[in-house]
């Protein structure tokens, strides 16, 4: 079975623009989580989709959205980029979601510079 | 205000022995408690849940407890062996699907040959 793949690898981005990323999740898999991860901060949830909708939020700011398809695919964008939003972005799936006892399964991550 | 802990940055134990790593919890009342561990460049690996009204759990060479009076997690793994070696992270859930899932800082354990 195909882990969860995250696209793209790297990115590199300057203040103020708009980054999309794309996590695909392990086929089955109906719960997506995304999270930031930073040398300073640590391992930060943004937020959980489920079958479409988000079900879980973490603290991060009205910038960081994101969406599920009716494949699980998930996205997640990042508009008006700041500095500090220089991260691994970190998307895991899973079958029901954070708070059952499934196994969360996470992809590579998304390398973010912003210049 | 909230705050999780992990008892230490690093931690170095000898082959063969058992680690033992700590997360502790303030103004949180978690619904349930996980232990990841990551290795540099990689995403986390998911390795125990434990329930609020559970005490402990055990799976091969780990076991982990949890105390919601103390608010503490153990997180143990025995016979310890290099390949143990990486960063270990423990994460709250606030509710069963509840509004926020917090990670700890972690602990970065080397098991020395």
Known sequence: ?115 | SQKIEQNSEALNIQEGKTATLTCNYTNYSPAYLQWYRQDPGRGPVFLLLIRENEKEKRKERLKVTFDTTLKQSLFHITASQPADSATYLCALGVDNYGQNFVFGPGTRLSVLP
């Open chain 1, 1 to 115: 079975k195909a882990g969860v793949t995250q696209t793209p690898r790297y990115l590199i981005k300057t203040r103020g623009q708009q980054v999309t990323l794309s996590c695909s999740p392990i086929s089955g898999h109906r719960s997506v989580s995304w999270y930031q991860q930073t040398p300073g901060q640590g391992l930060q949830f943004l937020f959980e989709y489920f079958s479409e909708t988000q079900r879980n939020k973490g603290n991060f700011p009205g910038r960081f959205s994101g969406r599920q398809f009716s494949n699980s695919r998930s996205e997640m964008n990042v508009s008006t980029l700041e500095l500090g939003d220089s991260a691994l972005y970190l998307c895991a799936s899973s079958l029901e979601g954070l708070g059952s006892t499934d196994t969360q399964y996470f992809g590579p991550g998304t390398r973010l510079t912003v210049l």
